[in-house]
């Protein structure tokens, strides 16, 4: 299997630019199915995840051309089929927007119950109660999720938990509903407002996204439109991190530094200087860094997504400090990881107990999941000495060329490929 191999110790200096958000666009690609219209999608990341989206597209009839790198137009108009191949929705978790999208445009769907990262139990309970709320029928059977209703009907929706998958896809179902929907105690992510932003601006009525009462009124009809997804919060972040673990001074590029802030406010208490500019965020230290206790929750909480990267910068600060994680049961599998590279941290429930050390040791560790993996690479960079990281497939899924951004900032990392045994494992 291919490895990033890091040698740690470079300062990381410069200028790195941020790729659209993967959250959003794996929602938004399906959501292209909405349209009576072509769609054209710019400011698309290049990660594994947007590929296996664009090639369900494809597969179910979609016409999808790649203007460049980052942008792609969409033609779904003449899509008629409502399944999505067992195959390709068993590899991401996001695939179960393709409901939602379905739902919305043919009044059915068919996906397979999603994949994703290992994080514990990742129920769907909640997208299909809002499916059953507008007015679809949903069965289960084996492991595919069929969701069908003659007709749509707006409806009253309440989650009792706060989840931004339940949220997106009772948006995309109801955008084209007959009436109106309101959605009580939804998720308030920028995704949610930028997912919401391109349905309005193909002409959806959607209100409120961004809070926790969301207003959508049925459309009959959604035109084209040429949509720019919005910057990934979470690819920030971690570069946010990056920077301050090494000591580096970074000027962060295309994000939107309003949606950082939980993450710059928790950044300032350990003692990184981090200064805001219209598109960019400049992170860097001058002085010691000092412990302090993070507690994840849905935006504008901490994000949970950040919450393995943050507790690996503690690992290096005079402890201790702790960590809650409160969205994810399995969230803390980095941390066997992080204990090869010479971290002291207990993991009590929900809480990890970080003991810093000031200092990590490099080690050969696996990635058990996307954000781990970039914690990993991010302690690969602070540590002494070399760090190899496998199974970094799952880096893939939701960061664009996280080795290359990184040598541009000074970081020693590189990226191993070893055929061979990925030939082995697909075929396996
Ligand atoms: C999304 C993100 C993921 C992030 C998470 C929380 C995508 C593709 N993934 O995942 O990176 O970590 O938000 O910010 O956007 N739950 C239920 N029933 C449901 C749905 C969720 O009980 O039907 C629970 C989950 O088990 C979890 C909590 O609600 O404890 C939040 O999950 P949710 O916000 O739905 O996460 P995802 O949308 O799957």
Known sequence: MDKFVVKGGNRLHGDIYVSGAKNAAVAIIPAVILSDEP?????????????????????????????????????????MNSEVPYDMARKMRASYYFLGA????FNKAMVSMPGGCPLGDRPIDMHLKAFETLGAKVGIVNGVVNVETDHLY???????????????????????????????????????????????????DIMGAGTDVI??????????????????????????????????DVMIRNVIPKHLESITAKLIKIGVNVEEFDDAVRVW????????????????????????????????VDGPSLVTETIWDSRFAYVEELRRMGANITIDGKVAIIEGTGSLKGAPVKACDLRAGAALIIA???????????????????????????????????????????????SS
Not at 61 to 72: L, Y
Not at 234 to 243: D, L, N, S
């Open 39 to 79: 769609c054209t999608l710019e400011n698309v990341p290049d990660i594994s995840d947007v590929s296996i989206g664009l090639k369900i597209l494809r597969e179910m009839g979609a016409k999808v051309e790649m203007v460049d790198k980052t942008t792609f137009t969409i033609d779904a108009t003449h899509l």
């Open 102 to 105: 379905c739902l919305g445009k």
């Open 154 to 204: 707006g409806g009253h929706i309440y989650f009792d938990k706060v989840s931004v998958g339940a949220t997106m896809n009772a948006i995309l179902a109801a955008a084209r509903a007959d009436g109106l929907t309101i959605i009580e105690n939804a998720a308030r992510e920028p995704h949610i407002v930028d997912l919401a932003n391109f349905l309005n601006s193909m002409g959806a």
């Open 215 to 248: 207003k959508i009124r049925g459309v009959k009809y959604l035109r084209g439109t040429t949509y720019s997804i919005v910057p990934d919060q979470i690819e920030a972040g971690t570069y946010m991190i990056a920077a301050a673990a090494t000591h580096g």
């Open 285 to 316: 230290t001058s002085r010691p860094l000092v412990k302090t206790n993070i507690k994840t929750s849905p935006h504008p909480g901490f994000p949970t997504d950040m919450q393995p990267q943050i507790a690996t910068l503690l690992t290096l």
């Open 380 to 426: 690969g960079l602070a540590a002494e000495g070399v760090t190899e990281i496998e199974d970094i497939h799952h880096i893939e899924r939701g960061y664009e060329n996280m080795d290359g951004k990184l040598r541009g900032i000074g970081a020693d990392i590189e990226k191993r490929y070893f055929p061979e045994e990925n030939a082995a494992v697909k």
